[in-house]
C-alpha cells in the first residue's frame, strides 16, 4: 500500500506561481513512477507531468515551459509541481499519482483556482 498525501492548493491570480507537494508513504521503495493529473468538472482527467526513475520527466505537451515537476533532494517519494504564469484554464482539481508494478495510487485531489 501507498498512501499519498498533496498540499499546496489555493487561489492565484493569473500571472502568478503556485506549487504543489505530494508526499508518499508506505510501500515507497516498489514506486516507479510519480506525478500530477488534472481534472475539470464534465472532462476527462487528464496527465499534467510525470517523473519516474533516473528523474525522468514527462509534461503535457501544452504546459512545457509553464510547469515543472520535480523531486525532493534528500526525500525521493516526495514530488513538486512548480506551475507558472498560471491562466484561468489551469484551474482544477489536481492529483497525485504513485505506480507501482501493482497498480497505481491517486491522492485525494487538491483544489487549484487561477481567477482575477
Known amino acids: 500500500q501507498v498512501q499519498l498525501v498533496e498540499a499546496g492548493g489555493g487561489s492565484v491570480q493569473p500571472g502568478g506561481s503556485l506549487e504543489l507537494s505530494c508526499a508518499a508513504s508506505?510501500?515507497?521503495?516498489?514506486?516507479?513512477?510519480m506525478g500530477w493529473y488534472r481534472q475539470v468538472p464534465g472532462k476527462a482527467r487528464e496527465q499534467v507531468a510525470v517523473i519516474m526513475d533516473g528523474d525522468i520527466t514527462n509534461y503535457r505537451q501544452s504546459l512545457k515551459g509553464r510547469f515543472t515537476i520535480s523531486r525532493d533532494k534528500n526525500v525521493k517519494s516526495t514530488v513538486y509541481l512548480h506551475m507558472t504564469n498560471m491562466r484561468p484554464e489551469d484551474t482544477a482539481v489536481y492529483y497525485c499519482v504513485a505506480d507501482r508494478l501493482v497498480g497505481r495510487t491517486w491522492g485525494q485531489g487538491t483544489q487549484v483556482t487561477v481567477s482575477s
Open positions: 508506505g510501500n515507497i521503495a516498489e514506486i516507479v513512477l
